[in-house]
């Protein structure tokens, strides 16, 4: 009954709201009819848009009014770029003038717009004599295209479509071929026949759609009316399974030598040069700009390629002029994401896991083969009674008592297989067509192979673990129609913690220590207050290096933060002159470095007295017991910049042929250290300069560029204080020439083109004012006064004397190059450039005794030097249909360069010892003639005078070097040494790797190489180094292919082996010189794609290919024994919201 009761009730009220609302409905439709024509009539708009999509003027009308427009989705095209301004203007009239030029018309019903297409116009078959061609230009979409232009082939005759894309052409001959172009979109030619209508439909050429190339000072231009040589590169081929942005750079960047030679996490970056070096002053890195600010490669290599815009490289003149003195090593432009207007703002977010491991990890032999070969070298080291006895081998070898008899595999006690990444990134971007914005955060983690063993003992992790986070905040405020406000925000926080001595020296230090003398540890006492270090008596510092006791015994964290804020200032100044616009920039940055540093003493043991009966032995302490108290130490650092930055820029187009740009710039900067140490590092460095363009295109046929830097450098002194630093370039694309008509449709681009212009470098290499005399108070002390009222005083001494006459250093560049694309998809540029540097600074090394100058320095312009080489790129990209895209890309860079004038010594009997005529880092030594196999052939040798221990066979010998008269000095010695092989830099880098999409899944290789690149081995000499401080371990390579008196190999790949320290062996020379050429798999990824979301698996650094083996070649020479490049397996998740 309850339930009934209340089931009525219920329906009872039901059907009074119901009554009730249809009272009211009626009411109000009522009142409603009667007061939609006085809305449409009294309701107003305000406002104003220009070249802006027609959804969003649309979008603001339903926002502003009780109005909403209905239209099926062919009625319009809403991403149309429309401009209206109207002032208290009702709903009818707005539309008129919205609508105006276009096929469409609108009904008010209530408040309901309607939008409905006008049938297009028909076009009537002309009947005069002389023959007439019209219709419209489309796009896919079949929307008109307005201002597409149509020519008549080998003829002036042409016209440009209107709002409707129509047009309507006179024809002068029969049977005509119409060209048909628009920005944006394939030229196509058409055959008009017998038609006197014709509609046409372009198709966009995507791939120049995307060829807007960012130049100089951040300067957006169409790749087809650049002069200079450019390299652009996508954002998503920088994304690499690597915390270090320039990791990607290598074969990818044509111009670019690059070369990584550390796989330590936080330091694995890449060194890298555009078109290699060109002088030997110590200032030969490129200059990097980030929207249009100056950063260090430290801040480049945090950035997170999901916030990059554009990456450019700057390699000629033309390009790098307007820098001045600080674009002489070429320029490297990044711009980061900007908002857009949006409906809805885009979210991405990616998130990345990686598995990385060592690579090529030099291999040592166990403690019973090293043993065995040391004993061997015993008998082959003059002198020397100690050696391992048969006893201590096979006690070794039962494992008797590890702790008298040890056995360490210290890089397996001390290294795991593998190590841990994650990377998150999350940004946003939207806006209005007012304010937009983009926001990223990313963070990033990775941690280092060193097993965590301080735990064991201490309460600290001194494995390396880095963060980095850095966020991006780039806001746009259209203040008004002409002037918008631009707001950049660039944070970079990065925290690192690892061992107190560095990674590379806790790896060597692994690998070099020697497996047999000492065990890790011994056994602790019960009222022990520190742990029993196992060691060894006998090292000049009290005993040999235990690594893992070095390892342990402290860490090192270190926590930096840089901050960079950006002002832009954008001002239209149509209103004076059309195309004048007025730039601005404010930067300040801001960098802060702090590092603490805990550590203590280690006590260190050895055995004496075994009872191998009872199995016991004596532990003696190494020297004094020290205290284990742990130890603090840190430092401080940091500076700041202030940059300004103001340009006038002016940019036409003359009768749609003569396109015209001028610029005028000009900068400063200031930049402070935080908390200097002295009076020198308090004074600010301060830089100033100015800079202007001019450029001209006549009809994208025939382009020419002039540019100048005039830059001020506290460097030199006040007559030569500022250089003037000109260019000049010209381009020629003869695909727009009419005679190119045949070869359109084969080769659509060939665009030539040649530069040349001066650069300048005022980066000395030895500090500050360099013009100046250095003089300081470190010189021998006096004394005054006497009995006990004395003062000693430091007397003055001369560090380097004053140069008024030094100058700029100075480069003379060159470029020649060729633009070409080649049927669809195809594209190829290639350059040839020189560089001649002048004036190249260093100190004066060859002034005579008799000045009486001592060891004091001057500077002086000393050194010329020549750079030239080529660099290539290709590229291709075909959707071959709807499902499969392919695409690929290579890069070919080969720079060479010669040192022409430097100061070094007096060589003129021995020309093979001067630099003169090289390659900058060469490397010199001695040609190896063999091993010596018997005392007869070292008897009827010349002597090495470098050698320490008396020559026997299976030692190295060389070849005696005749001098400027044909003659020797019947020595070897180091008149004979000469220059080796290739530089120590490669040569040439390449790369090149397809990309193919198939639907939903996509897969891309990538391949890259060096070639020109010889390593020279070292310090890896078994058993001691030169000043025994260490017993080594010995490579593997070593043990299974030195010399030795049962395997007397005259072609032994290692001389014989010697317990003590051999000069005579371990001499750079051809014996120890490899090629280091390459070719790596260097990446490889698959991926599937969903709506919005993709998942990718990848690795890097997964196949060498090369005839050096130790270790990566890419490390260089020495030894491999500094922490290796990675091997590295990545597992992504990305996904976009919107």
Not at 293 to 301: K, Y
Not at 383 to 397: G, Q, R, W
Not at 1070 to 1084: E, M, P, Q, S, Y
């Amino acid at each position: 009954m309850e339930n009934c009761k209340f089931t009525t009730s219920r329906s009872v009220k039901r059907y009074k709201f119901l009554f009730v609302l249809a009272i009211f409905l009626s009411s109000f439709l009522s009142v409603y009819a009667e007061d939609v024509s006085n809305y449409v009539e009294e309701k107003t708009f305000t406002f104003s848009f220009e070249n802006v999509p027609l959804k969003q003027v649309l979008s603001h009308i339903e926002k502003n009014s009780e109005f909403i427009f209905v239209y099926y989705g062919e009625t319009i095209n809403p991403n149309r770029k429309v401009s209206i301004k109207v002032t208290n203007q009702p709903i009818r009239p707005v539309l008129d003038k919205l609508f105006k030029g276009m096929s469409v018309e609108y009904t008010i019903d209530n408040r309901q717009i309607t939008l409905k297409k006008v049938a297009q116009k028909k076009v009537q078959p002309q009947s005069s004599k002389r023959k007439t061609i019209q219709g419209f230009v489309l796009d896919k979409d079949e929307q008109p295209i307005t201002g597409a232009t149509i020519k008549i082939k080998d003829s002036t005759t042409g016209a440009l479509t209107d709002i409707e894309g129509f047009y309507k052409l006179e024809l002068e001959e029969e049977n005509p071929v119409l060209i048909v172009s628009f920005m944006g979109y394939i030229t196509q030619e058409v055959k008009v026949g017998k038609k006197s209508i014709l509609n046409i439909q372009l198709e966009e050429d995507t791939k120049a759609l995307d060829e807007v190339v960012v130049t100089a000072f951040g300067i957006g231009q169409k790749k087809e009316s650049l002069v200079g040589a450019i390299q652009q590169i996508r954002p998503e081929q920088l994304r690499v399974p690597s915390s270090r942005l320039s990791s990607s750079f290598a074969g990818r960047l044509s111009g670019v030598i690059a070369v990584q030679r550390s796989g330590e996490p936080g330091a694995d970056g890449a060194s890298f040069w555009i078109r290699g070096a060109s002088t030997f002053s110590g200032a030969t890195d490129p200059l990097i700009i980030l929207d249009g600010v100056e950063i260090d490669a430290t801040q480049l290599n945090n950035l997170d390629p999901e916030v990059i815009e554009s990456f450019s490289i700057l390699k000629d003149a033309t390009a790098t002029a307007l820098y001045g003195t600080r674009g002489a090593n070429g320029v490297m432009v990044v711009t980061t994401k900007n908002g857009e207007n949006l409906k809805k703002p885009i979210i991405n977010f990616r998130v990345e896991g990686a598995i990385s491991q060592l690579t090529n990890v030099p291999k040592m032999v166990d403690g019973i083969t090293y043993m065995r070969l040391y004993n061997e070298a015993q008998t082959r080291t003059p002198e020397t009674t100690d050696i391992y006895s048969d006893e201590k081998i096979n006690a070794t070898i039962d494992g008797v008592n590890p702790y008298m008899y040890p056995n360490i595999d210290w890089y397996n006690e001390m290294f795991k297989k593998n190590t841990f990444a994650e990377r998150f990134n999350f940004n946003i971007r939207g806006g209005s067509s007012r304010v937009d914005y983009f926001m990223s955060a990313s963070v990033k983690h990775s941690d280092g192979n060193l097993k965590s063993l301080s735990k064991d003992f201490y309460s600290f992790n001194n494995n390396i673990n880095v963060y980095n986070y850095d966020f991006v905040n780039n806001l746009n405020i259209k203040a008004t129609n002409t002037t918008k406000i631009s707001l950049g925000l660039n944070v970079s926080v990065r925290d690192w913690s690892g061992p107190y001595s560095s990674a590379g020296s806790v790896f060597s230090s692994a690998l070099n220590a020697n497996p047999v003398d000492f065990p890790i540890r011994f056994p602790g006492q019960e009222d022990d207050t520190h742990i029993r270090w196992g060691g060894r008596s006998g090292a000049p510092n009290g005993s040999y290096v235990n690594p893992v006791a070095d390892f342990v015994s402290g860490y090192s964290s270190t926590y930096s933060t840089s901050v960079t804020a950006n002002l832009r200032f954008n001002q239209d100044l149509k209103m004076i002159m059309k195309g004048l616009k007025l730039n601005a920039i404010v930067s300040y940055y801001n960098y802060s470095y702090s590092k603490v540093y805990r550590y203590c003493n280690v006590n260190q043991y050895e055995t004496s007295m075994y009872n191998p009966q009872e199995d016991t032995y004596d532990l003696n302490i190494i020297g004094n017991e020290q205290s284990t108290e742990l130890k603090t130490g840190g430092s401080n650092s940091g500076n700041r910049r202030l940059y300004l930055q103001a340009s006038l820029d002016y940019n036409r187009t003359f009768n749609d042929v003569h396109k015209v740009n001028v610029m005028f710039l000009y900068n400063q900067e200031q930049n402070d250290v935080n908390n200097p140490s002295d009076l020198l590092t308090s004074l600010p460095r301060r830089k100033q300069g100015i800079a202007g363009r001019l450029s001209y295109g006549f009809a994208g046929r025939y382009l020419a560029e002039l540019n100048f830097g005039y830059n001020g450098s506290e460097n030199f002194p006040k007559n030569k204080k500022f250089g003037f630093f000109p260019s000049v370039a010209i381009g020629y694309n003869l695909s727009e020439e009419k005679f190119w008509g045949p070869l359109r449709n084969i080769i659509p681009q060939f665009k030539i083109r040649a530069s040349w212009g001066l650069v300048g470098n005022d980066q000395t290499g030895a500090g500050r004012f360099t013009f100046l005399e250095n003089l300081t108070n470190s010189g021998a002390g006096f004394t005054t006064g006497t009995g006990n009222q004395t003062h000693t005083n430091s007397g003055p001494v001369w560090k380097r004397y004053a140069n008024p006459n030094l100058t700029w250093e100075v480069g003379e560049k060159w470029n020649a190059g060729i633009d070409v694309r080649i049927l669809k998809g195809f594209s190829f540029s290639a350059d040839i450039f020189k560089e001649v540097r002048k004036e190249i600074f260093m100190d004066r090394g060859t002034i005579p005794t008799l000045m009486g100058l001592g060891n004091v320095t001057v500077q002086g312009n000393l050194g010329k030097m020549r750079n030239w080489g080529i660099d290539t790129s290709v590229d291709y990209n075909n959707q071959i249909n709807k499902d499969l895209f392919v695409s690929f890309k290579g890069t070919f860079t080969f720079a060479h360069n010669k040192i022409l004038e430097m100061d070094e010594p007096e060589f003129s009997l021995y020309p093979n010892r001067l630099k003169v005529g090289h390659s900058l880092n060469t490397i010199f030594g001695y040609v190896a003639d063999g091993l010596f196999t018997d005392e007869n052939m070292i008897n009827n040798s010349l002597p090495q005078q470098f050698a320490n221990l008396p020559l026997m066979p299976g030692d190295i010998k060389y070849k005696d070097i005749p001098n400027a008269l044909g003659g020797t000095d019947n020595a070897i010695n180091e008149y004979d040494k000469v220059a080796l092989g290739y530089p120590s830099v490669p040569e040439i880098v390449y790369g090149f790797g397809p990309s193919i999409k198939y639907k939903n899944l996509d897969f891309s290789l990538f391949f890259q190489g060096t070639g020109r690149v010889s390593l020279m081995m070292s310090g890896f000499h078994p058993f001691t180094n030169d000043n025994n401080t260490a017993k080594r371990g010995i490579l593997d390579y070593v043990a299974d292919g030195c010399w030795t008196t049962d395997n007397p190999n005259p072609n032994a790949s290692y001389p014989r082996l010697t317990t003590a320290y051999n000069t005579n062996n371990n001499q750079n020379s051809t014996f120890w010189l490899r090629n280091a050429a390459f070719l790596k798999l260097k990446n490889a990824e698959i991926g599937y794609s969903f709506k919005n979301m993709r998942i990718y698996v990848s690795g890097n650094n997964l196949l060498t290919f090369s005839k050096f083996k130790l270790w990566d070649p890419e490390m260089g020479g020495g030894s491999g024994m500094s922490y290796p490049t990675q091997r590295t397996f990545n597992v992504g998740f990305q996904m976009t919201i919107n």
